[in-house]
T-cell receptor, first 113, second 112 residues
Framework: GDSVTQMEGPVTLSEEAFLTINCTYTATGYPSLFWYVQYPGEGLQLLLK?????DKGSNKGFEATYRKETTSFHLEKGSVQVSDSAVYFC????????????FGRGTSLIVHP | SQTIHQWPATLVQPVGSPLSLECTVEGTSNPNLYWYRQAAGRGLQLLFY??????ISSEVPQNLSASRPQDRQFILSSKKLLLSDSGFYLCAFDSGSTDTQYFGPGTRLTVL
């Protein structure tokens, strides 16, 4: 079946450090890929997405590139802030019909001042 | 614009009591609707999803049930809560064609 694997957390960084959160996937077909962010006590919200190979999604300084050859969608940010502390979820979905999105287990990011 | 509402935001219930959590969506028609649960420090567990009125699929057999009485209303219920039902409950929807899921603010349920 389809699956998403994320690096285990928590990831702990100092402010202004470089961030990478790894995400790899297996899927039948050609999925869309997503990163969602969940701030403490809130629901998830879409951070960025990419719908086809080599697409780069970006938002709020975060970026991720859809790599079909390595089945990966790693999340990066050049300089993290304390306000980026949250849980990040990688997910995939296949368009059409009643396909249920597949989520990774989430990676907690803690940024210290 | 599309919005999703959940209530209540927090709930403390005794073991054995009933439960009703409600979710409503605005700004879209015939959405796919989902109920997820998050245990503390863990990922998302899909509980139920619905592709239309009266159509409910259960992913995890347990003492919870879901109903969709209207196109944009999704209700999570239980007749008798267990301690293990404690968690953070999230409702979500997507429109099918865009794939992106939109989540509500969640309900923090504590069963004592």
């Amino acid at each position: 079946g389809d699956s998403v694997t994320q690096m285990e957390g928590p990831v702990t960084l100092s402010e202004e450090a470089f961030l990478t959160i790894n995400c790899t996937y297996t899927a039948t077909g050609y999925p869309s890929l997503f990163w969602y962010v969940q701030y403490p006590g809130e629901g998830l919200q879409l951070l960025l997405k990419a719908t086809k190979a080599d697409d780069k999604g970006s938002n709020k300084g975060f970026e991720a590139t859809y790599r079909k050859e390595t089945t990966s969608f790693h999340l990066e940010k050049g300089s993290v802030q304390v306000s980026d502390s949250a849980v990040y979820f990688c997910a995939l979905s296949l368009s059409g019909g009643s396909y249920i999105p597949t989520f990774g287990r989430g990676t907690s990011l803690i940024v210290h001042p | 614009s599309q919005t999703i509402h959940q209530w209540p935001a927090t709930l403390v219930q005794p073991v054995g009591s009933p439960l009703s959590l409600e979710c409503t969506v605005e700004g879209t028609s015939n959405p796919n609707l989902y109920w997820y649960r998050q245990a503390a420090g863990r990922g998302l567990q899909l509980l139920f999803y619905s592709v239309g009125i009266g159509q409910i699929s259960s992913e995890v057999p347990q003492n919870l049930s879901a109903s969709r009485p209207q196109d944009r209303q999704f209700i999570l219920s239980s007749k008798k809560l267990l301690l293990s039902d404690s968690g953070f409950y999230l409702c979500a929807f997507d429109s099918g064609s865009t794939d992106t899921q939109y989540f509500g603010p969640g309900t923090r349920l504590t069963v004592l």
